[in-house]
């Protein structure tokens, strides 16, 4: 019952987030002469660190198993689709051309759960992951939206991730640090069916099971 109680309140500061602040966010910045995209495009990074980021820096301390956050996870991924569906986005920080922010939902979900269960209970192998898609991918697109003014591809972008996941990935000792620099690199490149929001959390928690199994030595400092 406590793990249901901590993730309902998570739950409820990620649909505030969402719903209102955010939205009220979009209103200020269009009111400062910022571009609709790009407005959208730093509410989306916002909702990254915030919920995302945020809710995943909970976890070790809220919870004991990653079967609640995973519920969650797929309970948030539904509520952001149905807009898509229905044709009623969420204009102040969705876009017809893609669903990433299910993705993104869904992976946070995944790819903790997975982390968390192959590693016997070392939850930091699954949540790094997932700050390097919320936290080190927001500033990514937050210096690109500020370059550029639209959504684009930059190796400043991947730059200024690198400085903050490559020390982030410390956390989990020089596996760590590698997952970092690795994911700062692969999130550069888009694929047709695989957008970075799969791409990140996905190979820095490949890297950092392989360090589990075959260099255990490489998760500490």
Request: with cysteine; net charge neutral.
């Amino acid at each position: 019952m406590n793990e249901v109680l901590s993730a309902s309140i998570l739950f409820v500061w990620v649909l505030t987030l969402v719903s209102v602040i955010t939205r009220k966010l979009y209103v200020y910045m269009r009111s400062k002469g910022l571009e609709h995209n790009v407005a959208v495009y730093y509410n989306r990074k916002v909702i990254h660190m915030l919920a995302g980021g945020l809710c995943a820096a909970f976890i070790p301390f809220l919870f004991e198993t990653p079967v609640v956050p995973f519920i969650f996870a797929l309970a948030l991924a539904l509520l952001t689709y149905i807009p898509h569906r229905s044709g009623r986005l969420m204009y102040w920080f969705q876009v017809e051309e893609n669903v990433y922010e299910t993705s993104f939902c869904i992976m946070w979900g995944v790819v903790i759960s997975i982390g968390w269960l192959l590693s016997n209970g070392n939850f930091w192998v699954g949540i790094l992951p997932v700050l390097f898609m919320s936290f080190g991918d927001a500033v990514t697109g937050i210096v690109r939206n500020k370059l550029y003014g639209r959504r684009t591809k930059s190796w400043w972008g991947n730059l200024a991730m690198a400085f903050l996941s490559i020390p982030l990935g410390a956390i989990l000792g020089l596996a760590g640090v590698i997952a970092g620099a690795a994911a700062s690199i692969v999130e550069h490149f888009e694929f047709r069916f695989i957008d970075d929001n799969v791409s990140i959390p996905l190979v820095s928690l490949v890297i950092l099971l392989l360090a589990e199994v075959y260099a255990p030595w490489m998760l500490y400092l």
